[in-house]
């Protein structure tokens, strides 16, 4: 079946620090997602990405659509606290079609 | 503000007894879907609806039961059948008829069965 591979699966870094997160898809996907999750909350939607090569921002939040519609990376300039939480990506592509989520990459920021 | 609500926020139950999780949306979107999450594993997809009075299984729908009764409403209930019912359930809703459109999710019900 498909499998989304994302990494790291945890990142503790100071306050300021730049950090990179990414996905790895089995199959070509069509739609990259970002979601980012506070604890005990739903998670909520920073970036979609919907064509290959595709670059995105919002805020300090940078996405790619990997060229090769299989992987998909998320960037964070400059963090600080209130980034905490989980990140989740999200690809839909394949023969079913179907979303499929990426396993999270939990960050802390220490100030 | 439009949104997606889901209530209660916390569900204990004792092992053999259904309960029902509610979700509720004001946004006038068309689908509704059920998401399971565990720690450290990525959303499962438990049940989704693309229109009123239908819905599909997904990929972890045993034990589980919905009905879309209504456009803004999409209850999940979790039967005794659920071999391990502790989690934190998420619905979501999308704006089209598939996933064309990103998931907008609610807060989340966390149920503990004991």
């Known amino acids: 079946g498909q499998q989304l591979n994302q990494s790291p699966q945890s990142m503790f870094i100071q306050e300021g620090e730049d950090v990179s997160m990414n996905c790895t898809s089995s199959?070509?996907?069509?739609?990259w997602l970002w979601y980012k999750q506070d604890p005990g909350e739903g998670p909520v939607l920073l970036i979609a990405l919907y064509k290959a090569g595709e670059l995105t921002s919002n805020g300090r939040l940078t996405a790619q659509f990997g060229i090769t519609r299989k992987d998909s990376f998320l960037n964070i300039s400059a963090s600080i606290p209130s980034d905490v939480g989980i990140y989740f990506c999200a690809g839909r592509g394949g023969a079913t079609n179907k979303l499929i989520f990426g396993t999270g990459t939990l960050l802390a920021v220490q100030p | 503000d439009g949104g997606i609500t889901q209530s209660p926020k916390y569900l204990f139950r004792k092992e053999g007894q259904n309960v029902t999780l509610s979700c509720e949306q004001n946004l006038n979107h068309d689908a509704m879907y059920w998401y399971r999450q565990d720690p450290g594993q990525g959303l499962r997809l438990i049940y989704y609806?693309?229109?009123?009075?239908?819905?599909q299984k997904g990929d972890i729908a045993e034990g589980y039961s919905v009905s879309r009764e209504k456009k803004e409403s999409f209850p999940l209930t979790v039967t005794s059948a659920q071999k391990n019912p502790t989690a934190f359930y998420l619905c979501a809703s999308t704006l089209g008829k598939t996933y064309n459109s990103p998931l907008h999710f609610g807060n989340g019900t966390r149920l503990t069965v004991t």
């Open positions: 199959s070509i996907f069509n739609t």
């Open positions: 609806s693309q229109i009123v009075n239908d819905f």
